[in-house]
């Protein structure tokens, strides 16, 4: 169990370079007032501590609401954990949600149907243009991660991809950075977008909710998650 002032003076940036040595955890609340001083949507990845899925997921959602309660467009809480969505589901059901996906199982489209999900978002080698049109057909959006590969993410929109995870945004068209499917971008103004992983960290009892690395490259995707 650890106190946010413990948490707070932790060294969240070393890992990733030195430029970002001493680079302290921030907190969802200051995190939810810049991006909606810059007009960004966000995908939050809920990673949950083991055993804490449902508890997570749920907090998680709470505070979601809370924070973005006046925002146009809410942010994407997405999750590999099927508990934790369900959780999510359960107490904010009007946010929008995605299933996050490392393989690709025979009834993904069941999966995200019965936890109310607005997206799938896969590994980019799982996806073909058979498997974005079904899931299409179903009414789903279709994101990936994470590719830094500009053939393949020019083969992906072309499939009709609807939102893509990099580190490298420097390899793609300027239309791609700001976010929209280049291949539909005439139908409609996107707004940018980023990626982050959210993890349970466990203050006082209850999941203190904290982003706990860094913006990973950006998320390309169209003006809203529906």
């Known amino acids: 169990m650890h106190t946010w002032d413990q948490l707070s003076r932790l060294d969240a940036g070393s890992w990733h ?23 960004l949507m966000v995908n939050l990845e ?29 942010p994407l809480p997405s999750s590999f954990s099927v508990d934790a969505l369900a959780a999510a589901r359960d107490a904010q059901p009007e946010l929008p949600r995605a299933l996050l996906l490392d393989y690709w199982p025979q009834d993904a489209v069941d999966m995200a149907r019965d936890l109310g999900c ?9 996806l073909d243009a058979v498997r974005i049109e079904a899931m299409h057909r179903a009414g789903f959006k279709v994101l990936t991660y994470t590719v830094n590969d500009g053939a393949r993410a020019r083969s992906l929109w072309t499939a009709g991809l609807d939102g893509l995870i990099t580190d490298r945004v420097d390899l793609f068209e300027p239309q791609a950075r700001l976010g929209g499917n280049p291949v539909r971008w005439m139908q409609s103004m996107p707004a940018a977008a980023s990626s982050l992983s959210i993890e349970a960290l466990i203050a006082d009892g209850e999941p203190e909710v904290a982003p706990v690395t860094r913006p990973q490259g950006g998320e390309a995707s169209r003006s809203s998650w529906l």
């Open 17 to 39: 370079s030195r430029a970002h040595a001493g680079e302290p955890l921030v907190r969802l609340e200051a995190l939810a007032r810049w991006l909606q001083a810059l007009g």
């Open 118 to 126: 607005q997206a799938v978002v896969a590994q980019h080698n799982l």
């Open 46 to 74: 809920i990673k949950p501590t083991k055993g804490e899925d449902a508890r997570t997921g749920r907090v998680v959602a709470q505070r979601v609401a809370r924070l973005w309660a006046d925002a146009e467009i809410k």
